[in-house]
């Protein structure tokens, strides 16, 4: 999803300060028109099926997405950080790394990767050379999920896949190859090639079972020691300027250890509030969440808009206890549901389509102006 440049506006992005905000998937950015309700951070980023096609041209969560991003005035990008075996933080979302014939492909975690094997794969691929080590995906349809379903059905599929916030997904993984290709850049990649002024939400991306309760010390230390290294060795550049910087992950422990590491960086506990089951309680409700990152000392909670539809006195506790309550998926796509997070006080909705959600917003005529941002 793209706007023209002259839609944007270059900003002082200060998330801990008091204006609401919104959220979105993979790229923020932000408009320089007003609205009324919270702030959005919209996915520009992320490949979707559009008319039988991969839609943007770039591949996301490589440079080039970045890159277009911040050209496009973007004022915060969000992204996934992993580590490989021999302890490089790469940009990657997926649990697992899918390589080879689409019908049958071969799977890795990237802790089983070497960051030189890593960014291989994404090259070859990128290259179309090797589809031996081409990169495979499934992807999520664009459109109504009505449409989506029909474009599955007529593609043969003997079932509907989704992910976890109930998008539509194609049944059969097919080779991940966009008109504009690159390679899957490294952490440090991405600090020395955006502009200072491009903040940076980093979520912590643990692909570990949903059976295993507590993750160990020893792999909550394996990846986030080099993170924290990354950042603290590149965050500030360009003569000194500090670049922003926000922490988030889904499992409580990684979140303890960031905030513990260091409090330079503000530290978010993601959670679905327990609309994907998991063996740690502290990820199965709200008030687990909101507790959590109390106890933790953390600075705020994103929370499943659906979860927070389904029981909206969490909001009061979260800001009764000085935390900062933002919320993501598909239900955000509606603009009513949108203004009444502002009315109970929610700080930022992360959602997809960012224009349509303005639009909507600017329809309403309520409230004041507000500050957009996209991640």
Request: with cysteine; hydrophobic share 45%; proline share 5%.
């Amino acid at each position: 999803m793209h706007a023209p440049a002259s839609s944007f506006q270059e900003c002082s992005v200060s998330w801990l300060g008091g204006s609401p905000w919104v959220v979105s998937g993979r790229l923020l950015a932000v408009p320089s028109r007003t609205h009324s309700g919270p702030c959005t951070l919209c996915r520009m980023g992320a490949n979707v099926i559009r008319n039988g096609s991969l839609a943007p041209v770039w591949r996301e969560n490589t440079l080039r997405s970045f890159q277009a991003a911040a050209a496009s005035g973007a004022a915060f990008v969000e992204f996934d950080v992993q580590v490989t075996g021999d302890g490089v933080p790469v940009v990657w979302h997926d649990d697992l790394v899918e390589y080879g014939d689409p019908a049958n492909p071969t799977r890795c975690a990237v802790a089983d990767l070497t960051a030189v094997e890593f960014q291989a794969l994404g090259a070859l691929s990128a290259s179309g050379k090797c589809q031996q080590l081409s990169v495979v995906r499934k992807f999520r349809h664009a459109g109504s999920t009505a449409a989506a379903v029909a474009a599955e059905a007529e593609a043969g599929a003997a079932s509907i896949q989704t992910n976890e916030i109930g998008e539509v997904l194609t049944s059969q993984h097919r080779r991940w190859c966009c008109e504009a290709d690159d390679s899957f850049p490294t952490l440090q990649q991405l600090f020395a090639s955006l502009p200072a002024n491009l903040a940076f939400n980093i979520e912590v991306k643990m692909a570990t079972p949903h059976d295993l309760a507590v993750t160990s010390a020893t792999e909550v230390n394996r990846v986030v020691k080099p993170i924290l290294d990354v950042v603290s060795r590149c965050s500030r550049c360009n003569g000194g300027s500090s670049r922003q910087v926000v922490f988030s992950s889904f499992d409580p422990e990684v979140c303890r250890a960031l905030r513990a590491a260091q409090h330079q960086h503000p530290v978010l506990f993601l959670s679905t509030g327990g609309r994907d089951w998991h063996a740690d309680p502290r990820r199965m409700s709200l008030t687990a969440a909101v507790e959590e990152a109390m106890s933790s000392r953390l600075s705020g909670v994103v929370v499943d808009s659906g979860a927070l539809m389904a029981a909206p006195e969490a909001a009061a506790l979260a800001r009764s206890n000085g935390l900062k309550l933002l919320t993501y998926g598909l239900e955000n796509d509606s603009a009513d549901w949108v203004l009444k997070q502002q009315q109970l006080g929610v700080a930022g909705v992360i959602v997809d389509d960012l224009q349509g959600l303005i639009a909507a917003l600017t329809a309403a005529n309520k409230g004041t102006a507000g500050q957009i941002m996209g991640p």
